[in-house]
């Protein structure tokens, strides 16, 4: 292959055509009823749109708001940031790709349309469709024990049927809500013995057993856990005069999570950087951000070198970080462009830093869908920014005459799309 036009077309197609497992997102199966969001109503009320309905409508007051059925709540949101305004931020397009992936003509009428369409489909139907327009071949759910639904979900015996859903297990609450977290693992059976500061040696066997039990319910492929920018991993290290909070984190940490992970094999998804209920009346739109510490990170890595860690970070000012830290430990791998980052612009910039300084040795995506629907925009607009900065590299290196061909480009973009994130979760 030569000549930039073809490259350029070749990793393009490559990038366009990849199978795509997506390692987390928020997505359930149909079997787990309501869980699973879909359609034109919840694609408008993500709370990214419910975020920017207010910066629409300072006026309007958030009881008002949050009193009203979803459609109306879907049909003001429309109103306001599709009809008023161009759609024009990230979430907002993100609808209109959806719309004209899905045959509705994009539009102030498309609402209406929308519903009609989408009111004759059965849902199974629907995640064919998606899954194929999006190119996902699997998608990880976030499978949280804490939950009531989800727990419920899971005892009723409703496992997972179709293996294009992955569970992950997600703990936050044992590492930030240690109390809660406690008071709910005693009321489903566990001993778990210890006080605010965490559990004793006990109570750490049962904080593992608790982990084990839900291991060989969810079978997940990784545990995961969303941390604040500053958080505590290490029992043996806690800060004298630390809260009570951040001993019990970390020793739940290193008495419980990581010693069990790595007798497991299990990976450990650190999603770091939240900063919860900023703004508390915007309920799941609330939440903020933080810079983390990355010298924290390299530190776990050096102290756990037999666990596997997926980090993602939710400042912008950590991404290079974040990079130079991979350089130095093989089990940290950067994914995906979480939250606020996920827009074209600091996708383009996070993808070039982790080609210049990783390689192929990233996962640069994910969805964090929340609504079946998003699949197909998360996954597009990503496709075409991580295309872009990829042609660009292929581009250089066709311009320095190395030999490209079609074949080793396409298993290139599979590493990045799906290989990469198989091998570390072992799936
Ligand atoms: O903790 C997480 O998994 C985050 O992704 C939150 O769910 C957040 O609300 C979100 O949806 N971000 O995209
Ligand atoms: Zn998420």
Redesign the pocket.
């Known amino acids: 292959m030569s000549g930039e036009k073809s490259v350029r077309a070749a990793v393009r197609k490559a990038v366009e055509s990849a199978r795509v497992v997506d390692m987390?997102t928020?997505l359930y199966e149909p079997r787990f009823g309501g869980l699973l969001l879909w359609g034109i109503d919840d694609l408008l009320t993500y709370?990214y749109l419910i975020a920017e309905l207010f910066r629409a409508r300072p006026d309007l007051a958030y009881d008002e708001f949050w009193k009203m059925p979803k459609p109306a709540q879907a049909e003001l949101i429309w109103k306001e940031l599709f009809v008023e305004r161009s759609p024009v931020s990230e979430a907002a397009r993100g609808v209109v790709t959806c719309l004209e992936a899905l045959g509705v003509r994009p539009g102030p009428k498309a609402l209406a349309e929308a519903r009609k369409m989408l009111a004759r489909r059965r849902v199974e139907d629907h995640i064919d469709r998606v899954f194929e327009l999006a190119g996902v071949e699997k998608a990880v759910m976030?499978n949280d024990p804490f939950d009531d639904s989800e727990r419920a979900a899971w005892l009723a015996g409703k496992g997972l049927r179709d293996d294009r859903f992955v569970a992950a297990l997600r703990i936050d609450a044992l590492l930030n809500d240690w109390p809660a977290a406690a008071a709910k693992m005693r009321a489903m059976g566990y001993e778990i013995s210890g006080g605010e500061s965490g559990p004793d040696a006990a109570g750490e066997r049962e904080v593992r057993r608790f982990l084990a039990d839900w291991k060989a319910r969810m079978k997940p492929a990784y545990l995961a856990a969303?941390l604040p920018p500053k958080f505590f991993w290490d029992g043996d290290d806690i800060p004298s005069g630390a809260p009570a909070k951040a001993a019990a984190q970390a020793r739940v940490f290193s008495r419980c999570l990581l010693p069990f992970a790595g007798d497991e094999g299990l990976p450990v998804a650190m999603?770091i950087g939240?900063r919860k209920s900023v703004n508390p009346a915007l309920r799941?739109a609330g939440?903020s951000l933080g810079r983390a510490s990355v010298e924290d990170i390299e530190a776990l890595c050096l102290r756990w070198p037999a666990v596997r860690f997926l980090v993602t970070l939710l400042s912008r000012e950590n991404q290079h970080h974040l990079c130079v830290a991979a350089r130095k430990f093989g089990n940290l791998t950067p994914f995906g462009c979480?939250?606020f980052l996920?827009d074209p612009s600091i996708i383009r910039e996070m993808t070039a830093e982790r080609i210049e300084l990783l390689g192929l040795s990233m996962i640069p995506q994910h969805s964090?869908a929340?609504v079946l629907d998003q699949l197909i925009y998360k996954w597009r607009h990503s496709r075409e920014v991580i295309g872009e900065v990829l042609a660009d590299k292929y581009a250089a290196l066709a311009e320095a005459k190395w030999p490209l061909s079609a074949a080793k480009i396409k298993e290139d973009a599979d590493r990045l799309f799906s290989r990469n994130f198989r091998e570390i979760a072992r799936i």
């Open positions: 987390h928020h709370h976030t969303s999603m939240v799941l939440d979480w939250w996920n964090d929340r």
